[in-house]
């Protein structure tokens, strides 16, 4: 799945002029905590975020007055604190690789560029989301089996393979590559079946180690 499913758009932005009170107004009307900065023609300039927001808020030791501080605040505009280059990505970048920028680069949001236009903006609750997708933990209606399996070709299918002759419909399938303390691989399997129970236990009775099982919620 690419960047270009799962990003946000349209995208509240600012301008490079806009004033720090009235972008930070902006944000705690629309509940953002990012705002990618472009000019007229929708080229990114910069990105604006609760961090350089709270950088820019006056210290608790200031000896300024609130009239001072209010009048030095209302006088920044967003150019003077914004990320000059924020870490991007395009519409076309796998959603794995853009969890991987975002997880390098410690950022919570990539703005969405096709040719430095701004298209969207993909967020760590965007990753999260896709994430649970993926591993259908928003499923009610399925069950939901941890296996372990001999780290070897074949393996998987064959389960998958048993699982619907069986009569069960899979739903995800997660099996992290690197093998626990056992030397074997953890398939996770979500499945639908008129009897989750059952299928289990004839799972169990081919020599399947079933680590964790959960049915679905009645």
Known sequence: MYVSQIMSQPVDTTTAS??????????????????????ENDQLLGLFSHKELARSGPSDITTLS?????????????????????????PDTLVEEAGKLMRQNKVGCLPVLDEGRLVGLVTEDDILDFLLEITGSNLTDTARIAIHLPDETGALGKLMKTINEYGGYIATVVSPISPDETGMRIAIIRYRADNPKRLDDHLKELGYDLITEELPKS
């Open 18 to 39: 806009t004033k720090l009170t009235h972008a930070a107004k902006i944000m705690a009307e629309k509940h953002r905590r990012f705002l990618p900065v472009v000019d």
């Open 66 to 90: 609130v009239g001072e501080v209010n009048y030095l605040t209302s006088s920044i505009t967003i150019n003077q604190v914004m990320q000059k280059s924020p870490v991007t990505c395009s």
